[in-house]
């Protein structure tokens, strides 16, 4: 009989989840919102609404198949602990709620999810570690034991496997590359410090640096006629394509902060080849020809020119969904 | 029948060998010179007159053992290929010799052992990982499946383990952390860039922050007086102990540094805890006490107050032994 997994990608504005076997194709798909219950007492309906269209996908599908688990993809999730904890955009608090332990808002979803199904094996990682089993199951990571995963969206999340396992560490939450200090007291971060690596490498932090290249260049730019609140990446990548001096040192800059944080990291794991995925990855030779080139300059000689910079193999619409399912194959092996 | 490992730690001046029982017991131990052997047209003496000093030792136990395995601890050594390739220190060109290959001296080091002991399992790994293999084995991160050891020598070592498994990374090199670059165009490293951590926190690095001082400063201090030459990084820590404020300064700079390069890697491999080995740490809490409170001071939320930093607990002469030796149990478990 074939053999599924559901996966499960939870954003802040919609939960997608679709029905994947081992080789990565995806059966039936669907989607819940997920901001229709935004506070901590909306917790139990988002459970029991989730668990009903995925049964209702579920029973959509023509053929018999064996349901061999559920992966979940979660911001803040604890792999070690199944749980999604203290989430900046889910689930919470009332404007005046008080909570009696410090605001900590620790969910149960992956037991929660498991009930519904009559306790199948359910796991949960935050959406970079999912992505990066995505990589390593179905994409372009197949067979390599040591790679590192940069998910560029509106912040920098990332994926470490060494000796062909993700690392969690000790407490689940491994793997906040993006949240290394590349500039001492520069960029707030929203992580309430200064100069983490997602304030310059993201959508958010090109964003930042053009503004900051506006202020410093003279040049002329198609970029100085928007303004902050009207502008997004998509718009500094449209631009550089036609030549635009501001959207084409937006792009240095950025491959320059990314080039040498991977030298360092590259020193600590060693790894065979990072992936870059995700929107600000899809600029391509903008992004990638100066990474590369500023990773090569800052790199320590033992490791020169041994590390492949590559593009995601999963990228696209269901990258989310596959990298949540592809926990379950990964834990079979 | 007792089972024996024989651990060798091989240094620029002697190499150490000795034979011990998976609870770290030292059965025997004998030392040969290994700067009696400075050129590449050496190595083969250097193999022999270390095999026949091993068998020496080995047959004066008075009782009968099973040989499990020899691991060996060298510096540049590659785990994956058993080999010790272009070590700074050891067996180099004579001046004026030529290599016909960008200067490779690549020496199949663990094969050659092993033939001298009839084929025995020999592992090899960098000084650092044995250490670390070592304190997983024998020391405080017994039952640990993710720490993290740092070694400050003359320079910074380290060793990362995750999911209870050394991290040797795709080239079997990794655990580079004195190499991650802590400071844009700072001190030149021995590595030929600028800036490295080790640069900073080793005993060449707190030297060197001392002289620094000394010129920034104006407070009167003991080690004004000792020429840079005649300094050595232990003249710092008594110093220190007798209140002297040039020393004082110098210890918690390099605490600061030390901190918040460990605040930085904790996000990405999120350790249970961090062990210092090595002749500054011995410097206590002179060391401990800044950079414990530059790493909280530092941690991004979700790692803070988490993190133990701890000392070494196979510190001591015979530590390089009996990490070497810890490679065959690893690899036996």
Redesign the interface.
């Known amino acids: 009989m074939k053999k599924l997994a559901i996966g499960v990608d939870i954003g802040g504005i919609n939960t997608a989840f679709g029905m994947v076997d081992e080789n990565g194709d995806l059966y039936a798909e669907s989607v819940i919102s997920t901001k229709k219950y935004p506070y901590v007492d909306d917790y139990s309906a988002y459970v029991r609404d989730l668990c009903d269209a995925m049964h209702a996908m579920a029973q959509s599908l023509s053929f018999d198949y064996e349901l061999t688990g559920i992966g979940i993809g979660a911001p803040n999730a604890n792999f070690h602990k199944g749980t999604v904890e203290n989430p900046a955009n889910l689930w919470k608090f009332r404007d005046g709620e008080s909570d009696p332990d410090e605001s900590r808002r620790i969910f149960p979803l992956a037991d929660d999810i498991s009930k519904c199904f009559g306790g199948v094996r359910t796991l949960i990682t935050n959406d970079a570690n999912a992505a990066t089993i995505g990589e390593m199951i179905y994409g372009n990571a197949r067979g390599?034991?040591?790679f590192i995963m940069i998910t560029l969206g509106t912040g920098l999340g990332?994926g470490?496997v060494?000796?062909g396992?993700m690392?969690?560490?000790?407490?689940?939450?491994?793997?906040?590359?993006g949240?290394?200090?590349v500039e001492r007291n520069g960029r707030e971060c929203g992580?309430?410090?200064r100069g983490c690596l997602e304030a310059y490498v993201s959508a958010t932090g090109i964003k930042r640096t053009a503004f900051e290249l506006m202020a410093r260049m003279t040049a002329p730019s198609r970029l100085r006629s928007i303004a902050y609140d009207d502008f997004d990446a998509s718009m500094i990548s449209a631009a550089a394509e036609q030549g635009d001096p501001v959207a084409l040192e937006a792009f240095r800059f950025t491959g320059e902060m990314l080039g040498?944080a991977l030298?360092?990291?590259v020193?600590?794991?060693?790894?065979?080849a990072i992936f870059l995925f995700g929107g600000l990855s899809k600029a391509g030779k903008l992004l990638f020809e100066p990474t590369q080139w500023y990773m090569e300059e800052?790199m320590?000689?033992?490791?020169k020119n041994?590390?492949k910079l590559l593009p995601s193999g999963i990228q696209g619409k269901n990258a989310a969904i596959l990298g949540a399912s592809a926990l379950i194959w990964q834990d079979t092996k």
Request: proline content about 2%.
């Open positions: 390599m034991k040591d990332s470490f060494a000796n396992e690392i969690y560490g000790h407490d689940g939450f491994a793997g906040e590359f949240h290394i200090i992580c309430g410090r040498r030298a360092d990291i020193t600590v794991t060693s790894p065979e800052n320590l000689f033992v490791f041994k590390v």
